[in-house]
């Protein structure tokens, strides 16, 4: 049975189906971002889900009650105070007695600050005895003086007075006992501050230590020549400059943390997030990206970033109401790129005739529908495992193509695709070979800022002109340093390129100032498209079911089929590195057999796989020439050409060659369910808002949700929900349910 194809899905290897004889049905996928769930299968297992909802109002009182509980500490101290038992014992075991007293005399004498008194009141008496700045312990004589007791001592002090003490290790100074003694020095928090600020803010005298003249811009750790011999104080005078809290040494150096999202991306929500608690987005990592139009729910690492300030940041001005946190823990391990086990998908499917669902019923009583012969024949069969369109990329010029030009070594052409052109036109030959200067970081700011603001406020056709008119500046005259002023901030790809090109480096030493996940990323679509390709040819000329000569992983190893695959696209996700078998990156692939005729009667085309081109995979005997025929028909490339590749390192890996769903469920709803339905799919956050008594905002949300989602007459709508291998694309399962591109 032959079914109208899609002419994109046909230029990169899609065409067959794996259950041609069962129809499918129509219907709109995504019309609505509320339509499509997304949440993240973690390597244990757990299904991730938002816990919490950590709102501004919590937050700000959470701040408000810790305020409070300092206020009320601080203002305990004076001459009334004591030690409580349990405080008075580890005190004494971490310091001593006679550092106890000391400390216990100490805070007696910090008197609680003083209020303002009002104008008809007269101010009291000034005190008689002046109160300390800090305590300083002899460091030799804690316990008995070693590292290990000066860390305890440390730690006890600041986990029962660390709301208003603070510690440091010093040496003393002249007039403050015995010179150059080590000393644990305790100060009154708000005594340092003022101490320690107040120095820093203390100009030095002209000639010492100032900078004059073409000196004045000299960057850090460099010296002009009046700055010889000359010493500048420090920042702090005789103690010091403040320090900035360390990283505690027994604290996890990585903080996890489920990010949930609407309509937006991972990286524009990750980078939201770094701006607003005024960090790089580099450090922070997560093991796939999630869709833009679509709620999900995955996890993110970041790098040394406290609990408590992630959390106040919701309060942040720039915080995006689109985005959620919870769960918030510190691990040991840096979280990768492909550490997940799946993905779980909820998906709502519109406008589906109703003919199609008649006697439609949940998964578990199969009747003769059009819908549930589709469903049924995908959870027993599953799906052609393509990799989908997203994989090719979205603009004119497919990354496949770019891939193809980087592996032949095409410098200049690679450029110009990535850039938004085609071949090379001949008359700017010359012209783009000519080296542009690129301004000063100043001039370049000033210049383009304008432009990104206006694109800010005019929306995104006008962001789209600026990309064309720099691209159309560069492919036509090769000024680089022009275009570059034109490429809106958020095109990185193009800029880091562009930039490159204006500093006059070649167009190989352009690419490669590019991120390297970019540059797989094209390299790894070359190699999609010539496996998709095969996958085609083999079910044509071989069938759906395994055949002497194909491949299957060895049995007798531990590895699993996701874990070997190079993918981890969660509809669109790409990887920089390939997971192997114990969730670490690297490059090692896993043993392979292949079958005899008596063992492929035993095995499901789930089992075979088929090799992405690269210098470490084994090919089958009977598809090598189709590998050879389709790599240089649809991209002129040869499989040496894969293996030879200098720019990103092409091992190759294994996918199989089809893929099937866990846990898939479904269920039809009707025209009439449709219009009686307040809310559809629930997400997390309806969810734990549902969970409260009487909010008003749950009610205003299921009235708005009632009227967004009634449909018209005649069509009805299909939800159903599945867990995928992070390798395999739903729009793939989509479009073998449907039989019809999607």
Request: glycine residues 8%; hydrophobic residues 35%; charged residues 30%.
């Amino acid at each position: 049975m032959q079914f109208p194809q899609h002419a994109v899905e046909e230029e990169v290897g899609i065409s067959e189906h794996l259950g041609p004889g069962v129809p499918g049905f129509s219907g709109q996928f995504k019309s609505r971002w509320q339509d499509f769930h997304v949440h993240e299968v973690d390597l244990a297992g757990i299904e991730l889900h938002l816990t919490e909802l950590i709102t501004p109002g919590a937050v700000a009182a959470e701040l408000k009650k810790e305020a409070e509980e300092r206020r009320e500490a601080r203002n305990a101290l004076g001459p009334s105070f004591f030690f409580d038992s349990t405080t008075e014992a580890a005190v004494h075991d971490a310091i001593g007695q006679k550092y106890s007293q000391e400390l216990l005399g100490f805070l007696q004498e910090q008197a609680p600050p003083k209020k303002e008194t009002p104008p008809e009141l007269p101010e009291e008496p000034p005190e008689k005895a002046e109160r300390r700045d800090f305590l300083d312990l002899i460091a030799a004589e804690v316990k008995d003086g070693s590292k290990e007791a000066r860390k305890k001592a440390h730690e006890v002090i600041l986990k029962h007075f660390g709301s208003f003490l603070n510690t440091e290790t010093v040496e003393a100074k002249p007039g403050e006992g015995e010179a150059g003694t080590r000393v644990i020095r305790i100060w009154m928090r708000e005594a340092e501050k003022k101490v320690k600020t107040s120095m820093g803010k203390a100009a030095p005298e002209e000639g010492k230590g100032t900078r004059k003249g073409k000196n004045k811009s000299k960057g850090k750790g460099q010296k002009g020549k009046g700055d010889k011999g000359v010493k500048t104080p420090d920042a702090g005078g005789d103690f010091g400059a403040l320090r900035r809290e360390g990283w505690p040494k027994d604290r996890p150096e990585y903080l996890y943390f489920r990010l949930y999202k609407e309509n937006c991306d991972t990286g524009e929500a990750v980078s939201g997030i770094a701006r607003c608690v005024g960090r790089s987005a580099k450090q922070f990592t997560f093991a796939g990206t999630k869709d833009r139009r679509a709620v999900t729910v995955q996890q993110i690492c970041a790098h040394r970033l406290p609990a408590d300030q992630l959390r106040r940041t919701v309060l942040h001005r720039g915080w995006d109401k689109r985005v959620r946190i919870s769960d918030l823990e510190y691990r040991a391990d840096r979280l990768r790129l492909g550490q997940l086990s799946g993905n779980r998908f909820k998906i709502l499917l519109r406008e589906v005739p109703v003919d199609a669902l008649a006697g439609s019923g949940p998964a578990d009583q199969v009747s003769e529908s059009t819908v549930s012969r589709a469903f049924e024949a995908v959870r027993t069969g599953g799906f052609l495992n393509y990799f989908g369109l997203q994989r090719f990329g979205t603009r004119q010029v497919k990354t496949h193509q770019v891939g193809a030009a980087i592996i032949a070594r095409k410098w200049e052409e690679a450029v110009h695709l990535i850039l938004g052109g085609a071949k090379r036109p001949a008359e700017v030959e010359a012209a783009s070979d000519r080296p542009c200067k690129l301004p000063r970081k100043g001039d370049e700011d000033e210049g383009d800022q304008p432009q990104v603001k206006a694109v800010k406020g005019r929306g995104k056709g006008d962001a789209q002109k600026l990309v064309s008119e720099a691209q159309r500046v560069y492919l036509d005259t090769g000024d680089a340093q022009r275009a570059l002023e034109l490429m809106p901030r958020s095109h990185s790809l193009e800029r880091c390129l562009l930039g490159a090109r204006a500093r006059a480096l070649t167009n190989q030493e352009a690419l490669q100032q590019l991120p390297h996940q970019a540059l797989s990323l094209y390299a790894h679509a070359a190699q999609s498209v010539i496996w998709n390709a095969v996958l085609s040819r083999r079910l044509r000329h071989f069938g759906r079911s395994p055949v002497a000569g194909d491949l299957v992983l060895l049995a007798a190893q531990e590895w699993t089929v996701d874990q070997v695959l190079e993918g981890v696209e969660a509809e669109g996700d790409e990887p920089d590195e390939t997971p192997t078998a114990d969730g670490r990156c690297g490059t090692a692939l896993p043993p392979v057999r292949i079958l005899t005729e008596e063992e492929a009667k035993t095995v499901r085309l789930q089992d075979v796989v088929l090799p992405l081109p690269g210098f470490e995979v084994v090919y089958p005997s009977h598809l090598r020439d189709a590998y050879e025929e389709l790599s240089q028909r649809l991209l002129g490339l040869s499989l040496a050409d894969f293996s030879e590749c200098t720019m990103v390192r092409l091992s190759g890996s294994y996918r199989t060659a089809a893929a099937c769903p866990q846990d898939l469920q479904w269920h039809a709803l009707s025209p009439e369910s449709l219009q009686s339905t307040p809310a559809l799919m629930e997400t997390d956050v309806a969810r734990l808002l549902s969970e409260r008594e009487h909010n008003p905002q749950l009610e205003n949300r299921s009235e708005k949700s009632q009227a967004e989602y009634s449909e018209g007459k005649g069509t009805g709508a299909v939800a159903f929900s599945c867990i995928l291998p992070p390798s395999s694309y739903l729009t793939m399962m989509l479009r073998e349910l449907m039989k019809t591109g999607v």
